[in-house]
């Protein structure tokens, strides 16, 4: 028989706190129940040392998984931790087990000088904190050390460190880390293990963190409430403060201005609402079928023929839930329980059996669907006791029948012929199927005769010991609140609301979600069926390495990759800047290395080889390359040479452009020659003779005749010797005449 448990808890808005006084250099313990506050104290001005917290798994009572911590920690004056079912605290179920948290332990050690000495160095630490291969502390003092030889050995240093314990080898040594900052920068986290001194020791990837020099004096003094201690640790939200900070509300003034109920703001209350009423930001508000006279009237937000009723949001079609027979439920109107169905998504409870029921079980032959799966009767034990187990229907007489079948029905295999018809066959099978003995029974731990909803077993036969077959009773631990369910035998106080069978407070803690630190602590509110926005979505605080900025939590500094074209630009970083809110500059530049085809020269990535023209006049050179020069760090020359192509009125010879034609002057000796073109000839890649000829005029003292310039007077020498003169003088005029013809 299978009984599953299923235990509800709740928070208490009056959580009591047990408080447990611990001397210096002692390890104390406070053990609470669920919703109640567990603290521990360091008397005689003494601080936290370490912590542990865990919670304690019924049944069996064995320990295991962290809860967190509520208030206090290392370096103040004590510890807390709050159990509280389904909160940020102490969740209830264990991943993957069946178990239920049932307490919570909270374990302290106080500074001071532990039992049987220790050189005094608990004045000296810290905490424990996280630790990553990219060591906190970087300077690796010894591998096995004792807490006194390692304080030594970090000598010069700010802190040293206590990690790795040998075990059971030697559980007072261990590796001994040091350095002058950066300890707590992956976080702080509990100490578990000690030496025979009392000295915290580390643990994997864990430091226990101590100061070299001297001991500090936590101060928490003013308005420091979630702030530095300057010991490492962080002062409590419970400082006495300024007025209205830390937790101070001994100054604070009451304000209910347009409010008739809910929170003064001071810890107190503006009011409260009369019963079929729900505080809603301050206002009291009707529920769903009281009476009104306008929508403002109603929780809900409609007034429908002077009744309050919720409306599905999202179903235009659907108008509004009619309180008495739905609830809107994940915005559809869905019927509430005891209401006739006939598919399991019709009820709010999502199972349906003829009406809506509460939850689903196990099967029973009804032909229903009892465990909401789509089926009918499946794995039901149901009629026929066979094999004489007590319990009709399992599959041993189911077997019996198989094995039966065929056979005569004479003597004692007569019981098997269920229908009497003279044959064994799967007509018997199919009675014994058809008729269900089996029945849920519920379990009445408080002896009243109602039975607990959420505890229930399916059984052949009466029902077990502490088992009834109805589930009406609304507090299985008090037989005096048998018919005060909230919800179903009653109601909840205008404060509270119904979480299953109990009346939990509207309101709770919570905690804004914060990356990389502490959120704010703020509220939600319980309205219309569900529990509102957390009131606080801003940072509180940030972890080491981060700043806060407008309620976010950025990182000190950042990796980023300078610009570079064509490779992998360098690491640097970018630091975060408080006043701008943005970071700064990359503080790398150029590249760290380059892609393929390209070599890098001081810092920039080249191309190994690119294309180049050759140079040509008149024309289009040839195309080639050049090569880039890691050595010089330039491109050397282009491997093309002359034109390819010439332009119009050029002709290509020998990869040069030459002009088709060119002008030219005739040679003209004493004048000014004559004016003609000389034409290329592509053969012999030689310009023709010029067209030109001749002279077109003369110099002063020159006369042109037939293209040439003559002089227009010269000397001569008569030729006259053993001649008379006058043939001397004829030879003369004979000479001029010859020349100006």
């Not at 424990?128 to 096995?144: E, M, T, Y």
């Not at 659907?318 to 008495?324: R, V």
């Not at 009629?383 to 041993?396: E, H, I, K, T, V």
């Not at 004493?670 to 290329?680: E, H, K, L, P, W």
Request: glycine share 14%; with cysteine; hydrophobic share 20%.
């Amino acid at each position: 028989m299978l009984v599953l448990v299923i235990v509800v808890f709740a928070n208490s808005a009056n959580a009591a706190t047990s408080n447990t006084d611990c001397a210096e250099g002692s390890t104390c313990s406070s053990t609470v129940n669920l919703n109640d506050i567990a603290k521990v104290t360091c008397i005689n001005g003494k601080t936290v040392e370490s912590i542990s917290y865990r919670k304690i798994y019924f049944p069996g009572g064995a320990e295991g998984g962290d809860c967190n911590l509520y208030q206090g920690g290392v370096g103040q004056g004590s510890a807390s931790i709050a159990c509280f079912a389904q909160s940020a605290y102490c969740p209830t179920r264990p991943s993957g087990g069946e178990a239920y948290n049932l307490d919570c332990k909270l374990t302290i050690k106080c500074s001071g000088s532990a039992a049987g000495g220790g050189g005094g160095g608990a004045s000296d630490f810290i905490g424990c904190f996280n630790d990553q291969s990219s060591r906190a502390l970087p300077s690796k003092r010894g591998g096995q050390e004792t807490w006194s030889s390692c304080k030594s050995q970090a000598s010069g240093y700010t802190y040293f460190g206590m990690q790795y314990p040998q075990g059971d080898d030697d559980p007072n040594t261990a590796e001994c880390w040091a350095g002058n900052s950066g300890y707590d920068r992956y976080g702080s986290t509990s100490c578990s293990r000690f030496d025979s001194s009392g000295h915290a020791m580390g643990d994997g990837w864990v430091n226990a963190v101590y100061r070299t020099a001297s001991s500090c004096t936590a101060s928490c003094t003013g308005d420091r409430c979630g702030q530095s201690n300057g010991c490492g640790g962080t002062c409590p939200n419970d400082d006495v403060g300024a007025c209205g900070k830390c937790g101070n509300t001994a100054c604070c003034t009451p304000n209910c201005a347009g409010k008739n109920c809910g929170d003064n703001g001071c810890g107190g209350s503006c009011g409260t609402c009369s019963s079929g009423q729900t505080c809603s930001s301050g206002t009291c508000k009707k529920n769903d079928g009281q009476s009104c006279s306008s929508n403002s009237d109603c929780l809900g937000g409609f007034c429908i023929s002077n009744l309050c009723r919720s409306c599905a949001p999202l179903l235009g079609s659907c108008g509004c839930c009619y309180y008495d027979t739905t609830e809107c439920t994940g915005g559809l109107c869905k019927l509430k329980n005891g209401k006739t169905c006939s598919l399991n998504n019709q009820c709010t409870s999502g199972y349906c059996d003829v009406t809506c029921k509460d939850s689903c079980r196990p099967e029973v032959c009804n032909n229903a669907d009892e465990d909401c799966d789509g089926s009918y009767d499946e794995g039901a034990v149901c009629g026929y006791d066979l094999d004489g187990d007590g319990c009709g229907g399992g599959p041993s007489d189911f077997n019996l029948i198989n094995s039966k079948s065929g056979l005569s029905t004479s003597g004692s295999n007569g019981k098997y012929d269920l229908n009497a018809d003279g044959q064994i066959n799967i007509e018997d099978k199919q009675l014994m199927a058809d008729n269900a003995v089996a029945s849920t029974y519920f379990r009445d731990s408080d002896g009243d005769t109602y039975g607990d909803r959420l505890v229930y077993t399916s059984v052949c036969g009466p029902a077990p010991s502490g088992y009834v077959s109805n589930y009406d009773d609304c507090d299985d631990t008090s037989a005096s609140k048998s018919s005060i369910a909230c919800g179903i035998c009653g109601g909840c106080s205008s404060s509270q609301h119904c979480d299953t069978n109990n009346c939990v407070s509207n309101s709770k803690s919570c905690q804004a979600l914060c990356s990389n630190g502490l959120g704010k602590l703020g509220t939600k509110t319980w309205a219309n069926g569900a529990w509102g926005l957390c009131s606080e979505t801003a940072c509180a605080s940030c972890n080491a390495g981060y700043t806060l900025y407008s309620g976010t939590c950025n990182a000190n500094s950042k990796s980023c990759t300078a610009t570079c074209s064509s490779g992998t630009g360098k690491t640097g970083t970018k630091t975060f800047s408080a006043a701008t809110g943005a970071y700064g500059a990359c503080s790398a530049t150029g590249c760290s290395s380059c892609g393929t085809g390209y070599t890098l020269y001081s810092g920039t990535c080249n191309a190994n080889s690119k294309s180049c023209t050759a140079t040509c006049s008149s024309g289009t050179g040839n195309t080639g390359t050049q090569t880039f020069s890691a050595t010089a760090g330039s491109y050397g020359a282009c491997s093309a040479t002359g034109c390819s192509l010439c332009n119009t009125g050029y002709t290509i010879y020998g990869s040069a452009c030459y002009a088709n034609s060119k002008s030219c002057t005739s040679t003209c000796s004493s004048g000014t020659a004559n004016t003609g073109t000389q034409t290329f000839n592509p053969t012999t890649g030689e310009y023709w003779a010029c067209s030109a000829t001749g002279c077109s005029s003369c110099g002063t003292g020159y006369t042109v005749y037939g293209g040439a310039c003559y002089v227009n007077s010269k000397s001569c020498t008569a030729t006259c010797s053993l001649y008379p003169i006058r043939w001397c003088m004829l030879c003369h005029l004979k000479e001029l005449h010859s020349n100006m013809l």
